[in-house]
């Protein structure tokens, strides 16, 4: 089933912090476990679970149409090119789905599907690879030099639980958040075939993970906010934890394209950090929420260095502008 919802903006005055950020929403239906955007086609993709997906389309930082698919049920959509988008279904397995004409926005449908092991929960694409997080089956490593055929499994890491979620280096490490207490896991996968195992950080409930250059930036349920220095990848170096507010806990942690890291709080919203590194220094300085206190914040996207949009429990993406006078 496809629906083309109404778009209804509303100004939330008072409701930001950091940098006088002007934060807009809009409400998009079941709440958007993760977010993702597809550059080149200007979309937005809300994955909303058992919810389905809603694609909209972003024009001068504004929603201008969406599409929903609620048989699609997506925990991660992947963007790839000319509109495409790669899915993590819930139950079906990954669907590659494209709208009906090439950088065009509307009539999505799928053009590829494949089942894999477990549940699937996060994707990368890297080249002509393909990795799936997977709950039950742990990491599954794909050759996949033709994207508009299968692909072809060529190893698997199964020593993971529950990977909430990967993010690669330009070394060919991946850095995987476990929702369990295995926590960080850094694995080499330049070998499908044999993936390794780097290093192992426990303690706490992995979250969410994401890389700047040589720094990890992790949510953990225990332990806040952590980051690290992963010029090593065998030997991470913890630079500094975070303690966040009592209620809730760390949802989903994103880096921009100019190192500024968004922390979604369950309890208390989103956060906007400005990490650096100068000689082998961690400087982190706070600039404060940028949506209201009381979002429940699930997950969040950098449109562009200045625009980005944080999910909510409540249905709801806060496009939040950030440096405004």
Known sequence: MTVVGALLFAFLLGGGGAQGAEVETYRVGPAARNLSFNRGA????????????????IEDG??????????????????LEDGAFLLA?????????????????????EKLNFPCEGIPTHLVVDKDRLLVAAGGAGLLLYEWPLHDAAPMLRGRFPFVDYTKEIVL???????LA????????????????RPKLMALRSGGFFDS?????????????RHGLQLWNVQNPAKPELMQAVTLEAKGFPKSITFGSEGKLVLCHGGGGAFLYEPRVKNGVLELKADGRITPDAASALHSVFLSPGLIVVSSERGELFFCRIGAQ
């Not at 280096?169 to 850095?175: I, K, L, N, S, V």
């Not at 476990?178 to 075939?193: P, S």
Request: charged residues 20%.
């Open 42 to 57: 200007k979309v937005l993709a809300a994955s909303q679970a058992l919810g389905g997906v809603t694609f909209l389309k």
């Open 62 to 79: 504004k929603v201008v149409a969406q599409e929903f698919h609620q048989e699609w049920q997506t925990l991660h959509a992947l963007p």
């Open 89 to 109: 279904d819930r139950f079906a397995g990954i669907r590659l789905v494209a709208p009906a004409q090439q950088e065009t926005f509307g009539t999505y449908g």
């Open 169 to 175: 280096d330009g070394r060919g490490m991946a850095y």
């Open 178 to 193: 476990d929702n369990f207490e295995t926590g960080l896991q850094i694995i080499d996968q330049r070998d499908l075939m």
């Open 209 to 221: 993970v994401a890389i700047h250059g040589e720094l990890l930036a992790v949510a953990n349920r």
